[in-house]
């Protein structure tokens, strides 16, 4: 009998250790991409230097997303999120690992946490609370690996509610 199940592809780095100190671009989507989180309103609002910001209203389960991912930090040490953006459909998140590693110890941590691990947890958390079965599978993650790229990535982030409202498709061009 032929295997009628699709391989999912893979698509994390291999041989990567995503415990490792160092900075992640993360995206999740809803599922189906349905607007759970947010409307954006083009009632764009003045926040100085001729800087012009879309009014973003999260919904209650926009609210719950963003309170869980500001839980974060506590449930896991040496884990920051530096930065996040919540949009209708999806969420960006700049999330650092900066494990204060001992130079006499070499290796992973032995309870270290991981990307997947960290995202799982988030997910699993956010959909409980709500009560929706609210995020596609997987996620998208890239590693940031210089200034560059960080600062290019703040300012997609920054400037995503703007986009979203100025692009009719409503599509992902970071890259």
């Known amino acids: 009998m032929k295997n009628e199940f699709k391989t999912r592809k893979e698509i994390r780095m291999k041989n990567f250790d995503y415990s490792r100190n ?18 954006i309103c083009d009632d764009s609002v003045y926040v100085g230097a001729d800087i012009i910001r879309p009014i973003v209203n999260l919904t209650k389960t926009g609210n719950m997303t963003e309170y869980s991912m500001n839980q974060i930090n506590k449930h896991y040490d040496d884990v920051n999120v530096l930065k996040y953006c919540i949009m209708p459909d999806h969420i960006h998140i700049i999330i650092s690992i900066m494990h204060d590693i001992n130079t006499a110890d070499c290796g992973r941590i032995i309870s270290a946490p991981t990307i997947p691990k960290i995202i799982g947890s988030f997910k699993r958390y956010v959909s409980k609370n709500t009560g929706i079965k609210l995020w596609q599978k997987s996620y998208y993650d890239h590693i ?32």
């Open 22 to 39: 160092g900075l992640y671009f993360i995206t999740i989507c809803t599922k189906d991409r349905i607007p759970y989180l947010c409307t």
């Open 144 to 175: 940031i690996r210089n200034e560059k790229e960080f600062l290019e990535i703040c300012d997609y982030i920054d400037n995503n509610p703007l986009n979203w409202i100025n692009n009719k498709f409503n599509l992902n061009k970071w890259r």
